[in-house]
């Protein structure tokens, strides 16, 4: 009996130690593990870039291990955790991707949280946020006393004393939650929100001539795609107790006069907005100018356009003719280059002169006396070298006041994307760079027919939009430019 009772444990431990040896294995084996180790993981939607662009002054950018100086050029990269601060005189904005965008006014301090988080401690700033892809469904600005949250909207925030806090709603609503105190509240459109340690408090909006030009300046700048400036609105009223909206200024019916003029065109097509600085054919010295003194096929130089004015003399520059951007794949070997006829000014000379005797693009010539001369094709013209300019555009859009455009011949993007759309433009005695925004080529060329333009030819739009005036960018180039075209005074 003792014998069978030490069988029967000596069987139990066998079996127990054998279960557990079994577990062992199983659970080492890699096979049991193909599941979890083949659990696909969901790609991150990519953040939008963050990017930095001073439309006057400088503005200064610190991290925690450097600090740069940033002035007007195509864009400076903000880190997580940057500071941003503007100078006296200084205007700047922060653009996130696409449709969200940060002005921030002189002697303002804005800080880089996360993506779609910002605090400000000092300053003014206005706010349009319209597409929220990458940023998680919200944008929030943190302040001293009260945090703003929103889903797609416009607002300003002031702080002229830290512990004193005034936003102001101009598009839909605003969340807000008070750091102070245990409260949150809704800020309706054309409303303002008061903070302090103590209290929130909401009221219909009530703003100074400053508040009140800041953002009537901003809504101009948004609805017209331009730049905002650090001058009063042209339609700034005397103070009102609420907001009221920017009128509407009238279509125009013909080429505007010289100067910078912008207004609302109205076509078959549809109402575009048109930005135009104009000069007289008689005293105006039209340049064009490129970065490389010579015919560069890869790497080629490039320059910010207000560079291109201050070395020329230059009041007024548009960017130029198409040029392979290094940020397009297809451009890998060949980055910055163009390939068109070109002539810079300054050294009377030619690029990629040999390789456009028989081209088919047009032509536009300056010639001493002022006067332009729009060819349908680059091959008609000589190399005169005693002109004033001259580039080639793609397409031209009026001849003689007769739309010449052919949609059949225009590339997919020429064809159908809405975008900024230069050109230079010729009308009675007047001779333009203009902009067209949000536009196809066609709907440029219907904007310069209807508006009575004798002649009119295409250049480079999109990114590579850039039209600078008296010292500050009306479009900011999204890029350097490899060429420029010029306004200066005889």
Known sequence: MKNIVILLLFLLLFTAGGIAIWKFLISSNPVSNISSATKITPVPTPSP?????????????????????????????????????????????????????????????????????????????????????????????????????????????????????????????????????NEKQT?????????????????????????????????????????????????????????????TKPPLTSMPSEGLNTGQVVTSRGNFNLTCVGGQK????????????????DNCPVMPLHEYAAKNGAYAAINGM????????????????????????????????ANNIYSTLPWLAIESNG??????????????????????????????KNMVADEGKLDDKQRNVKSNRGAIVEAGSLIYACTVAKATVMDSADVYQALGADNAMNIDGGGSTALWFNGRYIFDPGRNLPTAIMFAKR
């Open 187 to 247: 800020l309706t459109e054309n409303s303002q929100a008061e903070s302090d340690d103590k209290s929130l408090k909401l009221s219909p909006a009530k703003l100074s001539d400053e508040e009140k030009n800041w953002i009537e300046n901003n809504k101009i700048a948004d609805e017209n795609g331009l730049m905002p400036t650090l001058t009063p609105a042209p339609t700034s009223k005397p103070l009102a107790p609420t907001l009221t909206p920017v009128p």
């Open 282 to 297: 008689t005293n105006t010295k039209i340049m064009t100018d490129s970065a490389s003194d010579s015919d560069c096929r």
């Open 371 to 400: 006067n332009p001369l729009f060819y349908d094709q680059t091959v008609k013209w000589g190399r005169d070298s005693g002109i004033q300019a001259g580039t080639a555009g793609n397409p031209l859009l009026v001849k003689d």
């Open 49 to 181: 870039a963050t990017i930095l662009k001073v439309i006057s002054g400088s503005a200064k950018i610190k991290t925690a291990d450097n600090e740069i100086t940033a002035s007007p050029s195509a864009g400076t990269a903000v880190e997580i955790n940057a500071v941003i601060s503007t100078s006296s005189d200084s205007l700047a904005q922060i653009e996130i991707g696409e449709n969200n965008v940060i002005r921030i006014a002189p002697d303002s301090n804005l800080t880089y949280q996360s993506q779609g988080h910002f605090s400000q401690t000092l300053g003014t700033i206005y706010i349009r946020v319209k597409n929220l892809l990458g940023l998680g469904g919200e944008f929030t600005l943190e302040t001293p006393t009260v945090v703003a949250a929103v889903r797609g909207t416009g607002f300003a925030s002031f702080i002229k004393n830290p512990r004193q806090v005034k936003l102001v709603a101009t598009e839909h609503n605003i969340d807000l939650s008070s750091t102070a105190i």
């Open 322 to 353: 198409y040029f392979c951007p290094p940020d397009y794949p297809q451009c890998a070997d060949k980055k910055n280059s163009f390939d068109t006829l070109f002539f810079i000014s300054r050294l009377k000379t030619y690029l990629n002169s």
